[in-house]
């Protein structure tokens, strides 16, 4: 089996949610965080693209979304960008 490489969009819920609170929780939560960066969206929003390598076993990357939705702060989490490594 390989990996895949995960590229994720996670919108806060609101421009007050503490950003690196948000991704100190996700690096608790999902192994394999290689890289995050900060995007601005507007208004004072700004989105969080995060870079994930896991398994390719079935369901790996759904997994990986839904544990980062249940997060407190995160409005919405969604995969953007899937390859294989």
């Known amino acids: ?3 895949v ?3 994720l969009k996670i919108m806060p819920e609101s421009p ?4 690196n609170d ?3 929780k996700i690096k608790e ?3 394999g965080v290689q890289d995050v960066r900060e995007e601005p969206i507007g208004f004072g929003l700004k989105a969080l ?8 076993a079935g369901g790996a990357s759904d997994a990986v979304e839904e544990a980062i939705n249940s997060i407190d702060g995160v409005e919405r989490a ?3 960008e899937l390859t294989l490594t």
Not at 16 to 19: A, H, K, N, Y
Request: glycine share 8%.
């Open 16 to 19: 007050e949610v503490d950003l």
């Open 78 to 80: 969604e995969i953007v």
């Open 29 to 31: 939560k999902v192994a």
């Open 1 to 3: 089996m390989g990996s």
């Open 5 to 7: 490489a995960l590229i």
């Open 22 to 24: 948000l991704v100190g």
């Open 49 to 56: 693209k995060v870079a994930v390598v896991v398994d390719d």
